[in-house]
């Protein structure tokens, strides 16, 4: 059942910290940093393909596996097969909440019939994409029973976060911030004001979300989960791209929500694209750690507790995911159904 929520993805939002732990258990030893998946893979370089919200977490991936010097690149898995880039010696990843998405399946084949070898990250034990590839790496968020991805997408960059600490290890600090997680998931959900938010902007013309680096995704990810929910129009762009065509659609009526954490160039750039947004007279929803004076150009705010640049993605999310589920609540929506879209889809 619902446990009380009024919606399962509601109450799937507020299991993250539950699943975040359940991801981490048993993975990462305290003492030396070694992180253990049980999966065996040393990539010189990595390909993601899958779809959605998935394909948000693997352009998470991507950004994960560059800050640990190892090339990487996310596909659409719809567009993987029209024009297959060579593999030589990379590791395909399909990341696949379901293990049946047939786009993503599709495409792992494909891969496979290139001589690449290939990993699995999904939740669901014993999908055809766990049958299909050669190694598994299980991101155990428990059941998505919400159309919506929310709790399996934070399980998905977990995931990947600690993939590429296996080869590396985990620094002190990594540990910390791995530790952390869950408990920083925890008080988000405790203290967001998303829901006055979603109030304030209802009606709304369109609602756009921008940021950079593990950001940029998260601005993906939350326009598409406020659009498959609400109907509204939502768009994320990486927050640099704005002015080279996207501000032309920007104006008093359309709220523009940025995530900017941590304090340093990445998030200095993203602050200047936000000064650009409001000298168009666009209300502006800053998601920040408060590391940064973002706060200071914005109508208003969504906290998240300081963490690293990795974790402050997932954090960031969960606010927008927030954000999503009030807009659309507002507007009566058929939340855990959306029109048009089933919770796997098995046609390419
Ligand atoms: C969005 C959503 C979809 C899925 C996509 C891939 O909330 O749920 O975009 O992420 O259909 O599904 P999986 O991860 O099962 O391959």
Redesign the pocket.
Known sequence: GKSGYDHFMLKEIHEQPRSLRQCLRGRVSELDGTVDLDVDVDPDGVQFV???????AALCGVSLFHEAGIPAQAFL?SEYATSPPPVDGDLVIG???????A??LSALREAKRRGAETLAV??VVGSS?SRECDQTLYIRAGPEIG????K??SS?VLALALLVLSGTGASRQDVAALRDLPGNVQQVLDESNAEDIARAYDGSDAYFFIGRGLQYPVSLEGA??FK?ISYEHAEGFAAGELKHGPLALVTENTPVFAAVTGDDLLARKTIGNVKEVEARDAPVVVVTDGQNDAARYADHVLEVPVSDDRTAAILANVQLQLVAYHAAALLDRSIDKPRN?????TVE
């Open positions: 899958a779809c959605g919200t998935s394909y948000h898995a990341v696949t909440q379901s293990g049946e998405t786009d993503t999904t939740n994409v159309v919506a991805a929310t399996t997408f998905q598409l989960k498959e879209l089933a919770k796997s889809v």
